[in-house]
């Protein structure tokens, strides 16, 4: 597997341009559950080129994203540079350069299947103030919901270069283990995208398990993706669908975890 921190790089431009959003209801759900107002202060781990750190900046929010990818930050600060409320850091989820006890929520999107995970609960509960709340979202691909999306599920197990080892669903059962002792709650929103053929080949390109021109399985996997658009698509478009799942809890240490032992 390429190294976490470096593997998005060249795929930055297709990454902000095609990437799903997360739905507004986010901030439903967080305000009901959590106590979310324009007045919390959200640190967004994993921050990436700023999609989801948009969201919270709209609402108001004071935002700090943490980001090691150094050109996936450079594109957020650029695309999030006419909010004054943003603030910008070259940081991890192990070592976020935040201060002890200062911010209101921890926020995850797409990330936390790149994070060491004992290192990374330590660094939150850190860094939240009392009672703040850990969140862990992801934007998670229909599999099965139409023949375009089976079809497109076929090219990425046949193609990709590491799919199988990186999809994020492989850590669904470390979420518990990461709340644990506390409980989670989780709530599931419908989230959906629509493309064109440019728009289905830059969706494509901007995953980190597709393959890079010039290597063997660059050609085939986009040879076959004109098919199934050319089968699937209605009108000129083929549609993704999401299930955008929310994970949300408090955090709390055990002895050995508050020592900084690893377990």
């Not at 994993?46 to 108001?60: D, H, K, P």
């Not at 050109?71 to 991890?92: I, K």
């Not at 926020?107 to 703040?132: C, N």
Request: glycine fraction near 8%.
């Amino acid at each position: 597997m390429s190294n976490p921190l470096t593997r998005f790089s060249s795929r930055v431009d297709d990454y902000v341009k095609y990437r799903p959003g997360y739905p507004s209801g986010v901030l439903d759900v967080l305000a009901a559950d959590c106590g979310l107002t324009e007045n919390s202060t959200i640190a967004d781990v994993g921050s990436g080129t700023g999609m989801l750190s948009e969201l919270f900046l709209r609402n108001g929010n004071r935002v700090i994203g943490v980001e090691p990818n150094s050109a996936m930050r450079q594109a957020a600060e650029e695309f999030l540079s006419h909010f004054p409320n943003f603030t910008s850091l070259d940081g991890a989820a192990e070592a976020t350069t935040l201060a002890d006890n200062s911010v209101d929520f921890v926020v995850a999107a797409q990330a936390f299947h790149w994070f060491e995970q004992v290192s990374a609960k330590r660094e939150f509960a850190r860094v939240l103030k009392t009672g703040g709340w850990a969140v862990l979202i992801w934007n998670e691909r229909r599999l099965d919901a139409t023949p375009f999306l089976r079809e497109y599920e076929k090219l990425l197990v046949q193609y990709g270069t590491d799919y199988g080892s990186v999809r994020h669903e492989n850590v669904s059962g470390q979420i518990a283990e990461f709340f644990a002792p506390e409980s989670f709650r989780l709530e599931t929103l419908e989230n959906v995208q629509r493309f064109d053929w440019d728009g289905l080949r830059g969706r494509t390109r901007s995953s980190s398990y597709t393959p890079e021109p010039g290597t063997p399985n660059f050609e085939p996997l986009f040879a076959g993706l004109a098919e199934i658009f050319k089968a699937q698509q209605r009108e000129g478009l083929v549609e993704f669908s999401y299930d955008t799942r929310i994970y949300y809890g408090r955090l709390s240490l055990t002895p050995e975890l508050d020592s900084g032992k690893q377990i």
